[in-house]
T-cell receptor, first 113, second 113 residues
Framework: GENVEQHPSTLSVQEGDSAVIKCTYS??????FPWYKQELGKRPQLIID?????GEKKDQRIAVTLNKTAKHFSLHITETQPEDSAVYFC????????????FGGGTRLMVKP | ETGVTQTPRHLVMGMTNKKSLKCEQH?????MYWYKQSAKKPLELMFV???????ENNSVPSRFSPECPNSSHLFLHLHTLQPEDSALYLC????????????FGSGTQLSVL
């Protein structure tokens, strides 16, 4: 089945700097890659997603890039703000039975004011 | 309240207790999910229901018993749990099981003594 690795597990940046979180996946047939943000004590929420027919997608300060050849995708947050502090999860939908999402282990991002 | 609602928010139980977690969605979705979130581990899919029929059981021990009486309600019945079952249990829903955007509840933080 699909295996998703996420790095780093923790990331600390200064307010205003950029943050990059990377994920690799194992199933070359995977075709959908969402990112979820979970603030402390709150529910995970989808913040951006990308499909395999697109190499990059942007939404204001966040962007996701996909390299299908290398089987990795990344979340980029520019001009970070304290409210970006949260745990971020990547996921991949492989070509397995039921097309279920497989999640990465999460990255705790801390933005220092 | 709209969205996905889970009760209770916190639950402490002994290993011999029987308890149930409840999830309700008001989004008109057809698919509902139970996920387990443990510290420093990826989100683990436990069960999937599509139009109230179970379509996925991810090798979950029988001490966890799901029930889906209709597309809007999902239960997780707990019996003779172990301390290692302590975790945050998240319910989610989506329009279809092809797993586009997941909407999560706030979770039940379970402690097994």
């Amino acid at each position: 089945g699909e295996n998703v690795e996420q790095h780093p597990s923790t990331l600390s940046v200064q307010e205003g700097d950029s943050a990059v979180i990377k994920c690799t996946y194992s199933d070359s047939a995977s075709n959908y890659f969402p990112w979820y943000k979970q603030e402390l004590g709150k529910r995970p929420q989808l913040i951006i997603d990308i499909r395999s027919n697109v190499g990059e997608k942007k939404d204001q300060r966040i962007a996701v890039t996909l390299n299908k050849t290398a089987k990795h995708f990344s979340l980029h947050i520019t001009e970070t703000q304290p409210e970006d502090s949260a745990v971020y999860f990547c996921a991949a939908r492989g070509n397995n039975a039921g097309n279920m999402l497989t999640f990465g282990g999460g990255t705790r991002l801390m933005v220092k004011p | 309240e709209t969205g996905v609602t889970q009760t209770p928010r916190h639950l402490v139980m002994g290993m011999t207790n029987k308890k149930s977690l409840k999830c309700e969605q008001h989004l008109g979705h057809n698919a509902m999910y139970w996920y387990k979130q443990s510290a420093k581990k990826p989100l683990e899919l436990m069960f999937v229901y599509n139009f109230k029929e179970q379509t996925e059981n991810n090798s979950v021990p029988s001490r966890f018993s799901p029930e889906c009486p209709n597309s809007s309600h999902l239960f997780l019945h707990l019996h003779t749990l172990q301390p290692e079952d302590s975790a945050l249990y998240l319910c989610a829903s989506s329009l279809r099981t092809t797993n586009e955007k997941l909407f999560f509840g706030s979770g039940t933080q379970l402690s097994v003594l």
